[in-house]
């Protein structure tokens, strides 16, 4: 990498210049810097005058340092005709009104579907929404733009019910990430892996969203993710336990990492979530060893040390074929549940943690059954219409025996989607304190190999109740629709799924009063 300084309008900024790429690459980072599109820019101080396209840096006098001026106006974003009015801000009649629309699709701008898809499943993130709308750039970095940009895309979709185009927001990430602007040979824009879209962003919005409000690092290490927000709301803090296979009396080593998901390997014994989890966080590599002084096989362990308040999970379904030279699917069917429970993942002590909160769900759910026992045992069956509608309604407060035990608990418990909090309120970062998560929100991917299909996002919005978000296209659909999800063909296969914590609805004075 060579440093140089770029001097535009009043402001400046230092830039890596890698002499392996193209002088493109050059141009897209400084489009995602100033917004000064590509064919608008006019690069001067190099020998020869302004930088062109097709030169080679070979042939520059390139040096560490270099001060170049960029010349060239930025994009202007257009002013909306009306003042913005965000839906928490109006009457409650008109945000009924609007609930009640089907949400905003998004345009595919050619094989997008991978980056649209993602974004519908960030937008179930209140806490993040909330951030991003808030976020105020402090420095120059390349990933302030995308944050902008974010800002803006965000806001349409949430304020909007018809589909939008989100050319400002893909044009700015593929400057940041320009792999994001591979072309097939007949010049069009290829297919894309949404999860690596999913880290790719979430990686970028840490380097500009740190907890202590420093000026963030150009660095993609677990610290910056634990340093950040988004480690706050995503980042999964995992111990690392390396066991030497070919010497066994070689000390074990640890190692603390903070991941962004938790992977679901799949074989052929793998048929739920869970049991390819647990793979996953054990498997076995190859490193240098101290004692043998030669690379050796080692198993590497994880446990989880510490649970986010969001979880995400990839099915790892695309495998390398060396017969198609492609990244071919696994189509095996994975069930994975509504409510997913963690706790025997975590590490002994982290257990202690959790163990307690754990019990009160639990005293809670039995405390329900009880009082509805109660309820259903002070009727005389005497057939009183008034009584039995009365009866009825005390029955319909605390749960119905025909229904299955985890089904009411989960009634019981409740989502902690808190969007008014302050940034820095203990409420808005709290972890996980149960183990326990449900299901809001799917990615799937449609088709054979990872390099074309279609991905498609569904979202939770109330019980029973999700949006298929297909492009710009958006339905409605059930619970039963997403059990289809699992595998086993060529429809649509869950390959990324985030759960968000389950947390205890508290009971009011009066609710529990009227049971009795």
Not at 93 to 120: E, V
Not at 141 to 163: A, I
Request: proline letters at 5%; charged letters at 30%; hydrophobic letters at 30%.
């Amino acid at each position: 990498m060579v440093k140089v300084n770029v001097k535009w309008n009043k402001e400046k900024y230092e830039v890596d210049v890698d002499p392996s790429e193209p002088v493109s690459s050059f141009k897209g980072q400084l489009f995602s810097l100033t917004m000064v599109p590509i064919e608008r820019q006019k690069i001067m101080g190099f020998k020869g005058g302004i930088l062109k396209d097709d030169a080679q840096w070979k042939d520059l006098d390139l040096t560490e340092g270099k001060n170049l001026m960029l010349m060239g106006s930025a994009v202007e974003l257009e002013k909306p005709d009306k003042p913005i009015v965000f839906l928490e801000d109006l009457p409650p009649s008109k945000a009924a009104a609007l609930n009640s629309l089907l949400p905003a699709g998004l345009t595919n701008l050619g094989n997008t579907c991978y980056l649209n898809a993602t974004l519908q499943c960030l937008k179930t993130v209140p806490e993040l929404l909330s951030i991003i709308k808030n976020y105020k750039p402090k420095t120059n970095s390349r990933y302030s733009n995308l944050l902008k940009s974010s800002q803006g895309l965000f806001n349409d979709l949430s304020r909007l019910h018809e589909p939008v185009t989100p050319s400002l927001f893909l044009n700015t990430f593929r400057m940041c990430f320009p792999r994001f602007s591979e072309k097939s040979p007949e010049g069009l824009y290829m297919q894309q892996d949404a999860e690596e879209a999913w880290g790719e962003l979430l990686t970028a919005y840490a380097h500009e969203l740190p907890l202590d409000n420093s000026n963030s690092t150009d660095s993609h290490s677990a610290d910056l993710i634990k340093r950040s927000m988004i480690g706050k709301l995503f980042g999964i803090q995992v111990v690392e336990k390396f066991t030497c296979k070919d010497n066994p009396e070689e000390e074990p080593t640890t190692r603390e990492e903070t991941l962004l998901k938790l992977a679901c390997n799949i074989t052929v014994e793998t048929s739920y979530l869970f049991d390819g989890l647990k793979k996953g966080l054990e498997e076995e590599i190859s490193k240098a060893s101290p004692t043998l002084h030669r690379d050796a096989i080692y198993t590497k362990k994880t446990l989880i040390k510490q649970l986010p308040k969001y979880i995400m999970v990839q099915f790892v379904r695309f495998h390398w074929k060396d017969a198609t030279k492609t990244k071919s699917k696994i189509v095996r069917v994975v069930q994975f549940p509504f409510t997913l429970d963690l706790f025997d993942l975590c590490t002994p002590e982290y257990k202690e943690r959790l163990s307690p909160n754990r019990k009160k769900v639990e005293d809670e759910f039995n405390a329900s059954l009880e009082r509805k026992r109660k309820v259903i045992g002070s009727g005389d069956g005497s057939g009183n219409n008034e009584e039995d509608k009365q009866q009825g309604e005390k029955k319909a407060a605390v749960g119905d025996d025909s229904q299955p035990q985890q089904q009411q608990q989960q009634q019981q418990l409740s989502t902690d989607s808190t969007t008014t909090a302050a940034v820095d309120d203990d409420v808005f970062f709290k972890e996980n304190e149960t183990g326990k998560y449900e299901l809001c929100a799917v990615l799937t991917h449609q088709g054979r190999y990872a390099e074309s299909g279609h991905y498609v996002a569904w979202v939770k919005k109330a019980e029973n109740k999700w949006y298929k978000f297909d492009d710009r296209d958006v339905t409605e659909h059930t619970d039963e629709d997403i059990k289809k999800l699992s595998g086993g063909g060529d429809f649509h296969i869950c390959y990324l799924a985030l759960y968000r914590t389950l947390v205890l609805k508290p009971k009011s004075t009066s609710t529990i009063t009227e049971q009795k």
